[in-house]
């Protein structure tokens, strides 16, 4: 294996070279490779995604794809978990320092002075800095809103700014994933707000923004939303607003209906858990960019296998791409395909 070291494989396994891409998965299909295959790609067995054949040394057997995820999503949550920390630091050595100088004047509107990104450390100066913005705001405020149905609290809590605006004439647009169209409190709030405030939905959405009149944004810069940052730089803020202007176009108004999936005895919900399926991801990051609980996840996933006739989720993989759940959405008017599982199966 001389000359064939990491100099000449840079990647983890999140990234494979193709030579290594092709054994890998060759390995995974038929359960085993011959350990000469290994030998242009060293990085696997550095990578620990092929081990030795404990009953035939000259064999290779691969690491799961499911623990090979699991380990790479820890290395994501570690490197997040440090960036985190290193945020902190340095918004604390930013305070200490900025506390030894002269008061920094507020950023104007136009972002031509003062300072066009700041950092509002815990949710009473993240509350002022919103109660602020709304006091300003004369046009219009678009939010985004992960994390679907949203607890009635967290409406209670910013209802008195949407009533403020509301009375000012603002014309305020949300965004949510399609999963809050279930949540009581949100219709209850809509309904009490009437036409000021227009609501779409999507499968997925971005993280938390609120935008006030296309001139200052607050996004969280932690993961508890402890942290948040002030933007007012003109084209951060224009940026932003693009950003929102095109998912609000792909977005679905909350009183119309989900379009059908085409596919009988599968959801909305379980189309885009499918897809999800299909490009690798683990239960849990489903769950999160979906909005829903990973047990609720988790029953989803049973009833596309009971519906699609998979045995396992190897074999859910290959139905979901053998009806197409795997890309974009069939027409209405496709032909159907026929699965063959556990009982033959005809998916419209």
């Not at 009437?194 to 923004?209: K, Q, S």
């Not at 690798?280 to 999160?288: L, M, N, P, R």
Request: proline share 6%; aromatic share 4%.
């Amino acid at each position: 294996m001389a000359g064939h070291g990491t100099d000449e494989h840079p990647h983890g396994a999140d990234r494979l070279c193709e030579a290594g891409d092709r054994v890998y998965s060759r390995a995974v299909r038929r359960g085993r490779v011959p350990r000469r295959d290994a030998g242009p790609v060293p990085c696997l067995l550095e990578l620990a995604l092929l081990h030795p054949d404990p009953d035939d040394m000259d064999w290779l057997v691969p690491t799961s794809p499911q623990e090979v995820m699991t380990r790479l999503l820890r290395g994501v949550y570690d490197e997040v978990s440090a960036s985190q920390r290193r945020v902190g630091a340095v918004v604390a050595a930013v305070e200490r320092y900025a506390g030894l100088g002269p008061p920094v004047p507020a950023a104007s509107p136009e972002g031509s002075g003062g300072s066009a990104i700041r950092v509002l450390d815990g949710l009473s100066r993240i509350q002022a800095a919103m109660d602020e913005a709304t006091e300003a705001c004369t046009t219009e405020v678009l939010t985004v809103q992960p994390g679907g149905i949203r607890p009635e609290h967290e409406l209670t809590e910013g209802l008195h700014r949407a009533l403020a605006l509301r009375g000012r004439g603002v014309r305020m647009r949300d965004l949510y994933t399609h999963v809050a169209r279930h949540g009581q409190g949100l219709l209850n709030y809509l309904e009490l707000m009437g036409d000021a405030v227009e609501a779409r939905t999507l499968d997925e959405v971005i993280d938390r923004l609120i935008l006030f009149d296309r001139t200052v944004a607050f996004i969280p810069a932690n993961a508890d939303r402890t942290l948040a940052l002030e933007l007012r730089h003109p084209a951060l803020v224009g940026y932003l607003g693009t950003v929102f202007d095109r998912l609000w176009r792909l977005a679905i108004p909350l009183t119309a209906p989900l379009p059908d999936t085409g596919i009988e005895g599968i959801s909305h919900r379980e189309q885009s858990i499918a897809a999800l399926l299909a490009e690798g991801h683990q239960d849990a990051v489903i769950a999160e960019r979906l909005g829903i609980s990973v047990r609720t996840c988790r029953a989803h996933i049973a009833r596309l296998s009971e519906t699609l006739g998979a045995a396992s989720r190897t074999q859910l993989g290959v139905r979901i791409a053998q009806v197409g759940l795997d890309g974009p959405r069939r027409p209405a008017d496709a032909a159907p395909v026929t699965v063959r599982g556990r009982g033959s199966r005809t998916v419209r």
